[in-house]
């Protein structure tokens, strides 16, 4: 079975330039990285890739 974010729910939909806004701001708003102990963070792209780089490899598997 092949899961996926569900994104396409709440970015497209109704007004094509709504859509083009609702776009844009879901690729700047930031990453989510969940840190080993559960907790949530949004981060900007390079803040992310340091932070899912320091991740124990394990927690890694997670995310593929």
């Given at each position: 079975m092949?899961?996926?974010?569900?994104?396409?729910?709440?970015?497209?939909?109704?007004?094509?330039?709504?859509?083009n806004?609702?776009?844009?701001?879901?690729?700047?708003?930031?990453?989510?990285?969940?840190?080993?102990?559960?907790s949530?963070?949004?981060?900007?792209?390079?803040?992310?890739?340091?932070?899912?780089?320091?991740?124990?490899?394990e927690h890694?598997?997670?995310y593929?």
């Amino acid at each position: 079975m092949i899961f996926t974010c569900g994104h396409c729910q709440i970015v497209c939909w109704g007004d094509p330039k709504e859509t083009n806004e609702n776009y844009r701001l879901l690729k700047n708003s930031g990453c989510v990285v969940q840190k080993e102990d559960g907790s949530i963070v949004v981060l900007p792209p390079v803040e992310a890739k340091k932070a899912f780089d320091n991740l124990d490899p394990e927690h890694k598997k997670l995310y593929h």
